[in-house]
C-alpha cells in the first residue's frame, strides 16, 4: 500500500499534466536571475488565497521555468512542509468567505530566522484567471457581501473553464525574510510585520494588472449625480434657466450618460483577437518600446497616459498594447464627434467616455465632467487624452492643449492621497491611414465629419502595405514632484476646489513638459530616415549609392549622439532601409547606365514631408550646425556657440526640443566634436580658440552637410521672414495678427516661386507660435493700441543671419517683402 504522502503527490501531479492540457498561461519574470534567487538559500512561494488550481499551475510553471517547486519540501529541516504557504482560505459550505489567516509554516519560518540567523526567500506569486475587474455593487454583491462567494470551489471551477486560457502568472522579486523580520521584538509581531508586507504586495499587484474595481454604469451616474457639486450646480442651473429640480436633475442625468464610459471586458476582449489580426493584416505587427519601467510604475501611481496623436487608431492601438502587456486598458476622453452608432457603442464599451469640444456656457455640463474626471482619478483608473487635442495633420507635436491637464491637476489637488504619473507616449506609423485626408485638408478642403462607413474604407486598404506601428512609452512625470518645482505651497490651499493662480501658468509648463518628453520618445524608423535624406536633396532624389551613405551617416551620429534614451531607432542597416521604404510604394526607382537613382514624386513627397516632420528635432541641432559651414569656410567655435544660444529658445518652442537654455551650448559642443570624428568639419585651435572649417566643396563630406543643413533650413527661412516684415513695417506700425498674416502670405508666395512642397512652411500657428515668443523673450513688446514695437536688437538679429541663409534666399525674402508688404497690408486693413 502506498504511503498517503506518496498517493496525494501521485493524485496531485495527475490532476496538474491534466489541468495543463486546458490551460494556458502568460508568465512574467520567471527566470531565477530576474527573482535574484540565491542557490544556496531556501525558497518559499506565496500566494494571496489558498487553491489547488493555483499551486497545480505554479507547480507547472517552476517545472518549465527550471525553478525550485512549490510542492517538494523546502529543505531537509523541514521534512513534512511544502514550499509554499497561503495568506488567507475560504470558509463556510455555502456562502464562502475569505479569512485572512496566519499560516503556521510563515509562523515556523519567522521564528527559526530569528533562532538560527538564517535566511528563507519569500517569492510573491500572483495568478489571475482572466482581466475582469471586480465590479462593485453588482447585483450579486449587493445580495451578498463583497467578499463572500456563492459556491468557492464551484466559482473557481468556472472560472478556469471560462478563463482557463489567459491565464496570467506573475513571479515578484525575492524578499528576504530576515530583512523583513531583522528589527522585530518579537515572534508574532515579526509574523505580522511579514504578512502586511505580503498583503500590500498583492493589492498593489492586482490593481496594477487588473484597475480598481469597476462600478456599473447606472449605480456610477446615480453616484454622480447624488455628489455635493452637481447638486448645487443642479439648483443653480433651475434658477439660471428658471426650470424644475427634476427637469435640471434630468438634464445633469443625461450629460452623465453622454460622458461615462460603460467599460467591458468581453468587448475588450473580442477587440483583442479582431486587433491582433488587423495589426498584423495592415501592419506588420506593433514594435513596443520601454514598457517594463511602465509596468513598475503602475504599481504604485494613478497612470495619466497623454500620447500625441496621429490617427483614429491611436485610440484602440495604445489600449490593445496595454492589454497584451499585462496592464489595464485605461479610459480614453474622446471627443463627441467619435461617438457614432455602432462605432461609439464599442468605442465606450472598450473605456472611452465622451468629451464636447467646449463647455463654455454650460457651468451644469462643466460640473458633471469635472465630476465624472475626479471620480475617475481618485478611484485610481488610468486615464488617457491627446495633449494635441486633436490629430497632426503635419506629423509635427502641435501645441498641447492645457484643459484636461488643468482638470486632472484640480482633481489631484481635491484628492493627492494617491500619487499619479503623466507618461508621455511616442505613437509613430510608417504609413498613414489617413494620409489621402490630410493633404486635402491641408490644400484647404473642408475637414470631412467622421462616418461609420469610414471602417469600411479602411478594411478596403488591408491590401495595401502599411509598414510596422511603433509605440514607446516617455520619462514619466510625477506630479507631486513637478508641482513642488512649480508651486511649493499647493498642498496649504484652504480652498483646494477653487483654480488657484498659479494653476494656468503650471498647467502651460506641464504641456510644454509633456510634448518635449513625446518628442523625446520618438522612433526613427526606416520610412522617416529616408523621408529626411531625400527630401534635403535637390528634386528629391538620389543616387542610390548616395542616399545609402547619407542614411548610414544620419545612423552613426545618432547612435554617437542618442537625441536621449528613450528613444528607439530600427535595427535595418542603410541598404535595407531603402529596400522596405520601396516596398511600402513611398519611393520609386529609376536604373540608367550609372547606376540605380531612388526617388519620389511630387505627391508622395507632400506626404513624405509628415514622416519627416516626425523627427524633425532630432535632426535641428545638427542640421543648425551643418547651416552654418555650407555658408562659409571658416567660422570661431565662440561665434557659433552665441548664434545657437540665440536662436535655441525659438527652435525649442517650435519643435519641443528637451534641453534648457543653459545645457544647449554642452549639447552643440558635442555635436560639433562628433561631426569632427566623422570627418565632416575640422578643428583647429590659435590661442585657445577654437575655430571649425569646412571640407572641400567638392567632398562626399561638403554633400552630406549640404543635405543635412537643408531639414531645418525652412524654419530659419520662417523666422527671417517674420524679422524682414517687421524691419519692413517699422517699429509701432503693426499688429501682431497683421504679422502673422503678412508673414503666412509671403511663405506661400516663396513656396511657390522656390517649388517648396512642405504644407507647414505657411502655417500660421508656427508664425504665431514665433511672434509669441519673441514678445516672451523681450524683442518685441505690445503697445496700448496693440501695436508691435521693437528696438535696434532686431536690426542685429537680421545682421546674423548671413551666417545661416545663404544670400539668395535672404534677397529672395527681402525683395518679395518689400514689394508684397503693403498689398499684404491692404487686404489685413479692408
Given at each position: ?549 547619407q542614411l548610414d551617416a544620419y545612423t552613426r551620429l545618432l547612435s554617437m549622439v542618442p537625441y536621449s534614451d528613450r ?196 502655417d500660421k500657428a508656427l508664425f504665431r507660435s514665433f511672434i509669441t515668443q519673441l514678445q516672451l523673450h523681450g524683442v ?47 487686404t489685413v486693413a479692408s
Amino acid at each position: 500500500m502506498l504511503k498517503p504522502i506518496t498517493l496525494n503527490r501521485y493524485v496531485f501531479h495527475s490532476l496538474r499534466k491534466l489541468l495543463s492540457t486546458w490551460v494556458r498561461t502568460t508568465v512574467e519574470n520567471n527566470s531565477a536571475q530576474s527573482l535574484g534567487l540565491n542557490p544556496e538559500k531556501p525558497v518559499v512561494y506565496v500566494m494571496h488565497q489558498r487553491s489547488l488550481t493555483d499551486l497545480m499551475v505554479l507547480e507547472s510553471e517552476c517545472i518549465k521555468a527550471g525553478l525550485p517547486r512549490p510542492y517538494h519540501t523546502i529543505d531537509a529541516s523541514h521534512p513534512e512542509s511544502k514550499a509554499h504557504f497561503f495568506l488567507s482560505q475560504h470558509e463556510g459550505l455555502i456562502l464562502q468567505r475569505t479569512r485572512p489567516e496566519s499560516p503556521e509554516l510563515l509562523e515556523k519560518l519567522v521564528s527559526e530566522v530569528e533562532s538560527q540567523q538564517k535566511d528563507i526567500q519569500l517569492v510573491p506569486v500572483t495568478i489571475l484567471w482572466g482581466r475582469s475587474p471586480d465590479k462593485e455593487q453588482s447585483a450579486f454583491k449587493l445580495l451578498f457581501d463583497w467578499n463572500f462567494s456563492l459556491g468557492g470551489r464551484f466559482s473557481k471551477f468556472l472560472a478556469t473553464l471560462l478563463h482557463g486560457r489567459q491565464t496570467m502568472v506573475y513571479f515578484s522579486p525575492v524578499l528576504s525574510l530576515q530583512e523583513i523580520v531583522d528589527d522585530s521584538d518579537n515572534l508574532s509581531r515579526g509574523v505580522r510585520k511579514v504578512n502586511r508586507i505580503l498583503r500590500v504586495h498583492f493589492r498593489q499587484k492586482k490593481a496594477s494588472v487588473l484597475g480598481p474595481d469597476l462600478s456599473h454604469r447606472r449605480q456610477l451616474v446615480n453616484t454622480l449625480i447624488g455628489t455635493p457639486k452637481i447638486q448645487k450646480a443642479i439648483a443653480a442651473e433651475a434658477a439660471a434657466q428658471e426650470i424644475t429640480l427634476v427637469e435640471a436633475e434630468a438634464k445633469a442625468r443625461k450629460y452623465a450618460n453622454e460622458i461615462a464610459s460603460d467599460f467591458s471586458m468581453p468587448a475588450i476582449r473580442f477587440l483583442d483577437i479582431l486587433l491582433t489580426w488587423f495589426w498584423n493584416k495592415l501592419y506588420s505587427g506593433v514594435k513596443v518600446s520601454h514598457v517594463e519601467p511602465l509596468k513598475k510604475l503602475a504599481q504604485t501611481h494613478t497612470v495619466v497616459y497623454v500620447p500625441c496623436h496621429r490617427s483614429h487608431i491611436d485610440y484602440l492601438l495604445l489600449s490593445y498594447v496595454l492589454f497584451y502587456e499585462g496592464l489595464p486598458p485605461p479610459h480614453i476622453a474622446a471627443g463627441i464627434n467619435l461617438n457614432m452608432p455602432v462605432v461609439g457603442t464599442i468605442l465606450r464599451k472598450c473605456g472611452a467616455f465622451f468629451m464636447r469640444r467646449t463647455f463654455r456656457g454650460n457651468p451644469l455640463y462643466s460640473t458633471v465632467f469635472h465630476e465624472y474626471m475626479y471620480t475617475l482619478t481618485g478611484k485610481g483608473f488610468a486615464t488617457e487624452y491627446f495633449i494635441e487635442g486633436g490629430r497632426s495633420r503635419t506629423g509635427r507635436t502641435l501645441t498641447p492643449k492645457t484643459g484636461m491637464l488643468s482638470i486632472t491637476v484640480r482633481s489631484y489637488l481635491r484628492d493627492h492621497r494617491k500619487p499619479v504619473a503623466f507618461v508621455p507616449v511616442y505613437i509613430g506609423y510608417e504609413k498613414l491611414l489617413e494620409m489621402a485626408s490630410y493633404l486635402g485638408e491641408l490644400r484647404g478642403e473642408a475637414k470631412k465629419k467622421e462616418s461609420p462607413f469610414d471602417i469600411v474604407r479602411t478594411l478596403a486598404a488591408l491590401r495595401n502595405e502599411f509598414g510596422k506601428a511603433w509605440i514607446t512609452f516617455g520619462e514619466a512625470i510625477d506630479l507631486n514632484h513637478f508641482l513642488d518645482q512649480q508651486a511649493p505651497h499647493w498642498r496649504d490651499s484652504s480652498l483646494p476646489e477653487e483654480k488657484p493662480e498659479w494653476l494656468i501658468k503650471a498647467t502651460g509648463n506641464l504641456g510644454d513638459l509633456i510634448a518635449s518628453k513625446i518628442n523625446s520618445a520618438a522612433v526613427i524608423n526606416p520610412v522617416n530616415l529616408v523621408a529626411t535624406a531625400l527630401l534635403s536633396s535637390p528634386r528629391h532624389a538620389l543616387g542610390e549609392e548616395e542616399l545609402i551613405r547619407q542614411l548610414d551617416a544620419y545612423t552613426r551620429l545618432l547612435s554617437m549622439v542618442p537625441y536621449s534614451d528613450r528613444t528607439a531607432m530600427t535595427e535595418l542597416d542603410a541598404r535595407s532601409m531603402v529596400h522596405y521604404v520601396e516596398k511600402l510604394q513611398l519611393v520609386t526607382r529609376q536604373t540608367d547606365a550609372l547606376g540605380d537613382i531612388i526617388s519620389m514624386d511630387e505627391k508622395t513627397a507632400i506626404s513624405m514631408t509628415y514622416y519627416r516632420n516626425n523627427v524633425l528635432h532630432m535632426f535641428a541641432i545638427p542640421s543648425l550646425i551643418s547651416c552654418f559651414f555650407v555658408n562659409h569656410a571658416d567660422i570661431a567655435g565662440k561665434d557659433l556657440l552665441r548664434i545657437c544660444r540665440i536662436l535655441y529658445p525659438y527652435l525649442k518652442a517650435e519643435l519641443y526640443l528637451q534641453w534648457t537654455e543653459e545645457e544647449i551650448e554642452a549639447v552643440v559642443q558635442q555635436w560639433l566634436d562628433c561631426m569632427v570624428d566623422e570627418g565632416l568639419i575640422t578643428c583647429t585651435e590659435d590661442n585657445g580658440e577654437r575655430y571649425y572649417h569646412q571640407p572641400d566643396p567638392a567632398s562626399s563630406e561638403y554633400i552630406m552637410l549640404n543635405v543635412m543643413s537643408r531639414a531645418i533650413m525652412q524654419t530659419l527661412e520662417r523666422f527671417y521672414m517674420v524679422i524682414s516684415l517687421l524691419l519692413r513695417n517699422g517699429s509701432g506700425n503693426i499688429e501682431a495678427e497683421a504679422l502673422e498674416h503678412q508673414s503666412g502670405v509671403l511663405a506661400q508666395r516663396l513656396s511657390i516661386i522656390h517649388g517648396l512642397n512642405a504644407p507647414e512652411f505657411f502655417d500660421k500657428a508656427l508664425f504665431r507660435s514665433f511672434i509669441t515668443q519673441l514678445q516672451l523673450h523681450g524683442v518685441l513688446n505690445i503697445t496700448q493700441t496693440n501695436k508691435l514695437v521693437f528696438d535696434d536688437n532686431v536690426q542685429k538679429v537680421a545682421n546674423q543671419a548671413h551666417m545661416l541663409l545663404t544670400t539668395e534666399i535672404r534677397h529672395s525674402i527681402d525683395q518679395t517683402s518689400r514689394h508684397g508688404v503693403s498689398n499684404s497690408s491692404e487686404t489685413v486693413a479692408s
